[in-house]
């Protein structure tokens, strides 16, 4: 794992076919390790993590998750201990739980790329189902699933037109002017 951060960020591509062979448990171990130290408000570390890399289990995710395209040969369920935030004032809806899964997440994505496996984010899944069939506990929360894998030699087309944004594309400096502002709406 001794790529070039910025060289791992920008070669990084969500991969939606994977092949059947497993990930080595060692591997899931690092990108969990990765994420364990990606930011977290306040460091509470409110996330918690149920790794899976039980084929039957995994089919199971599978039809409870309509977002799930790949077939992973592991995946990492990210969940937000509910009880423990509330016992820290967060409610429910507090942008910060969603900040700390989106930190977390992206930090297993490019750990799993620096690695060389597939990684997908899904976020199309029945919140309910995946707590029955992972047995979690009452208050955790399941709110991404990053699945993990070989990539396939044939990936599906992207959904939407492959148009490459440069940062240049994406950013204003300093105040925006009237007409600026009416040209990005």
């Known amino acids: 794992m001794n790529r070039d951060a910025l060289e791992v960020i920008r070669t990084r591509r969500v991969v939606r076919a994977m092949t059947d062979e497993p990930v080595p448990r060692d591997q899931v171990e690092r990108i969990l390790d990765a994420a364990a130290h990606a930011p977290s408000a306040g460091n509470r570390r409110l996330q918690r993590f149920v790794a899976v890399d039980d084929a039957a289990t995994l089919r199971v995710l599978r039809m409870v998750s309509p977002g799930m395209l790949q077939r992973p040969a592991a995946a990492v369920v990210i969940c937000v201990d509910a009880a423990r935030a509330a016992g820290y004032g967060f409610r429910e809806t507090s942008s910060g739980l969603s900040i700390d899964v989106g930190t977390a997440a992206q930090t297993m994505l490019l750990a799993a790329h620096a690695l ?70």
């Open 116 to 185: 060389g496996l597939g990684s997908g984010p899904v976020t199309s899944f029945s919140r309910a189902a995946v707590g029955v069939v992972l047995n979690l506990p009452a208050g955790w929360r399941p709110e991404l699933i990053v699945c993990l894998g070989h990539a396939a030699a044939a990936q599906p087309p992207p959904v939407a037109p492959n148009r490459r944004y440069s940062w240049r594309d994406l950013t204003s400096w300093g105040r925006l002017a009237d007409d600026d502002v009416d040209d990005r709406a």
